[in-house]
């Protein structure tokens, strides 16, 4: 804006000001200049992050074990310390509980850790962002691909389609509700949160690039799954690999999460399947 003269060497220049601030009645305010926003936890902050998650967790689910497990044992002394081990070890309702219970307050954590960083918005930071229903029904069509592929692989190598420890928990899940809200609901949304959502952000911020932390948190998700023989956590690591490409893909986590929970909902329809075949 121009500047009126002085009319006087000892009058000073006057700056003109908007007419919304002179019909305010005073000058505006500079603006505030925008500070420049952190960026995300680097990869040995969240493998320790990570860490505290995974103590948590591990500390609920503890206390849930040992609570069925005191619970087993105060109902029928008889059992002894292997006969409520078998009792409670893969038992459904046991393991739905543990999950129900356990990872609300993990998710909670995440997001504290989110926002303790002053970085990105959480939805940003995890990559929960929407997609194209175009591009969620084609990764939704290569998780149909990679059911059969993984059915069939195990048909024509002689090993279950279904780990046998899913068949102990489905008999021993009543109500089996809970274990459908765990398995499909609770489980994709926390494991996709945690391993392609916070950890995948921090490492691929790193040396190893997107790719390489695809490989690791497929790595490290595969190995979380030890209820599972080694057959069947390469079968893990393989969708694992499969998950952190569409996130990479897509820029998002909604579709790892929808197709987890399709991969869990398939599983325990075949569950269901095979065990009425049985009766």
């Not at 960026?39 to 998650?53: H, N, R, Y």
């Not at 070890?89 to 002053?118: D, E, H, Q, Y």
């Amino acid at each position: 804006m121009p500047t009126m003269e002085p009319t006087s060497p000892d009058e000073p220049v006057q700056q003109s000001v908007p007419p919304e601030a002179a019909a305010a009645g005073h000058d505006p305010a500079p603006p505030m200049p925008d500070l420049p926003a952190k960026p995300c936890w680097g990869p040995w902050a969240t493998i320790g992050l990570g860490l505290l998650v995974c103590g948590l967790y591990f500390i609920i689910q503890t206390v849930v074990l040992f609570g069925a497990a005191f619970g087993v044992g105060w109902s029928d002394p008889s059992l002894g310390a292997e006969g409520v081990e078998r009792c409670v070890s893969n038992n459904g309702l046991v393991l739905s509980t543990a999950m129900l219970l356990s990872i609300p307050p993990c998710l909670g954590i995440i997001f504290l850790f989110v926002w303790l960083r002053k970085g990105p918005p959480f939805t940003e930071y995890i990559g929960l962002v929407p997609v194209r229903g175009g591009i969620l029904a084609l990764w939704l069509a290569v998780a149909v691909l990679f059911i059969a592929a993984s059915d069939g692989t195990s048909t024509l190598l002689g090993k279950p389609v279904v780990p046998p420890f899913l068949y102990d928990a489905y008999k021993t899940g009543s109500p089996v509700v809970l274990l459908w809200i765990a398995f499909v609901l609770f489980v994709p949304v926390f494991e996709e949160v945690f391993f392609r959502g916070f950890l995948f952000e921090g490492f691929r911020n790193s040396v190893i690039g997107n790719m390489g932390a695809v490989v690791l948190c497929a790595l490290l998700w595969a190995g979380a799954h030890v209820q599972y023989e080694p057959y069947e956590m390469a079968t893990v690591f393989v969708g694992g690999l499969l998950l952190g490409v569409s996130r990479v893909h897509t820029g998002s986590l909604v579709p790892a999460i929808v197709v987890h929970a399709v991969i869990n909902t398939v599983a325990l329809l075949e569950v269901v399947w095979t065990l009425d075949r049985a009766l």
